[in-house]
């Protein structure tokens, strides 16, 4: 089958560095998605991974792992604003169709 | 350059009624994605549109349908309405089928009583 876990919940500073993890099962791979979900407010596009290794954007990185089915988001210098669900998707290698996970919902404290 | 519109924001209905959401997306955009999200569960994918075809379609009821206009705008329809329909539906646009960053709509939130 296919399936996507990530975890329901953290919390971390402001200022702080948070890693949220992504692990899928899917029968095929054609890319990893990471988007960010505030509050009554449409998912944005963040970032996207199709070969392994680290991507940099800013105070956002992805990190992809094909043999691990394994992706990371890493937010660095946290700020208020980036409290919002992370949401992770995988794309299907037959039909393009994105499958989702139930996203991370990201807390930050003062 | 206008981002992907959905209307309208809210609805309030009751059981056994039906349902017409429509979504504009960005222009030049030619697929089009309906998605419903409910707390606590990812996107479920509910079909896409592309070039006013259904190319794929997700494990709905067929009381879920849509359609794909010659100019891209795309509705989508749900009839018998059940509580369990309660939930955000949302729409994302992408140039095509194969590169597909989807660029999402607010949303329309259905509240079925």
């Known amino acids: 089958g296919q399936n996507i876990d990530q975890p329901t919940e953290m919390t971390a500073t402001e200022g702080a560095i948070v890693q949220i993890n992504c692990t899928y099962q899917t029968s095929g791979f054609n890319g990893l998605f990471w988007y960010q979900q505030h509050a009554g407010e449409a998912p944005t596009f963040l970032s996207y991974?199709?070969l392994d290794g680290l991507e940099e954007k800013g105070r956002f990185s992805s990190f992809l792992s094909r043999s691990k089915g394994y992706s990371y988001l890493l937010l660095k210098e946290l700020q208020m604003k980036d409290s919002a669900s992370y949401l992770c998707?995988?794309?299907?290698?037959?039909?393009?169709?994105?499958?989702w996970g139930a996203g991370t919902k990201l807390i930050i404290k003062p | 350059k206008a981002g992907v519109t959905q209307t309208p924001r809210y609805l309030i209905k009751t059981r056994g009624q039906q349902v017409t959401l429509s979504c504009s997306p960005i222009s030049g955009h030619r697929s089009v994605s309906w998605y419903q999200q409910t707390p606590g569960q990812g996107l479920q994918f509910l079909f896409e549109y592309f070039s006013e075809t259904q190319r794929n379609k997700g494990n709905f009821p067929g009381r879920f349908s849509g359609r794909q206009f010659s100019n891209s705008r795309s509705e989508m329809n749900v009839s018998t309405l059940e509580l369990g329909d309660s939930a955000l539906y949302l729409c994302?646009?992408?140039?095509?089928?194969?590169?597909?960053?989807?660029?999402f709509g607010a949303g329309t939130r259905l509240s079925v009583l």
């Open positions: 991974n199709v």
């Open positions: 994302a646009s992408s140039l095509t089928q194969a590169k597909n960053i989807q660029y």
């Open positions: 998707a995988v794309r299907d290698m037959g039909n393009y169709q994105l499958i």
